[in-house]
């Protein structure tokens, strides 16, 4: 298996912009996390699905931020409208029942 | 809600010396894993090793191994022979499964630097 795969890599945008950054989780995991890090805040979890039915968003900051996730193969985070605060690295992780969590390489997002 | 700390911001270490990363967590939950990563400079989160609640044993991964102590809650990674390939960031992560929930939370991290 590829690993889990997230695009893009590096997103740069204007203020205002809609960001969207799309994940791939491996195959047979049923478990898909969202993180966000940071310097000042470290790793966030903002929101996980199991079987593809979102769980908990409690961390997601704002109503700017959405997840969906279609299928058990796609799962996208949308920003909109983007903020200079929402400059961060995004994580996509999956897992398969509630095991270890395997990373993608993540976004950096920057936003000016 | 359950947290994770890891009380050593920075670390360093002479290559080939053993260094010990401290973790420790707070639970009301009697079964559970433990993880710690790793997360060098090119950022990707890589798993080094796991530790299941219920085992006595503690986990051993080549040269990383883990001292767990389930009655005071704490998890700590030991590196031996510290290679400098082993310079990142090292974070001690415990999923919050209380009910239905599953959050794997993570510790603030511990920059480890491993010196030539």
């Known amino acids: 298996d590829a690993g889990v795969i997230q695009s893009p890599r590096h997103e740069v945008t204007e203020m205002g912009q809609e960001v969207t950054l799309r994940c791939k989780p491996i195959s047979g995991h049923d478990y898909l996390f969202w993180y966000r890090q940071t310097m000042m805040r470290g790793l966030e979890l903002l929101i996980y699905f199991n079987n593809n039915v979102p769980i908990d968003d409690s961390g997601m900051p704002e109503d700017r931020f959405s997840a969906k996730m279609p299928n058990a193969s796609f799962s996208t985070l949308k920003i909109q409208p983007s903020e200079p605060r929402d400059s961060a690295v995004y994580f996509c992780?999956?897992?398969?029942?509630?095991?270890?969590?395997?990373f993608g390489q993540g976004t950096r997002l920057t936003v000016v | 809600a359950q947290t994770v700390t890891q009380s050593q911001p920075e670390m360093s270490v002479q290559e080939a010396e053993t260094v010990t990363l401290s973790c420790t967590y707070d639970t009301s939950e009697n079964n559970y894993y433990l993880f710690w990563y790793k997360q060098p400079p090119s950022r990707q989160m890589i798993l080094v090793i796991r530790q299941e609640a219920y085992k006595q044993q503690n986990a051993t991964e080549n040269r990383f191994s883990v001292n767990f102590q389930k009655a005071a809650k704490s998890f700590s990674l030991k590196i031996s022979d510290s290679q400098l390939g082993d310079t990142a960031m090292y974070f001690c992560a415990f999923p919050d499964s209380g009910g239905s929930n599953y959050k794997l939370t993570f510790g603030k991290g511990t920059l480890l630097t491993v010196n030539p």
């Open positions: 992780a999956s897992s398969f029942q509630r095991s270890e969590a395997f």
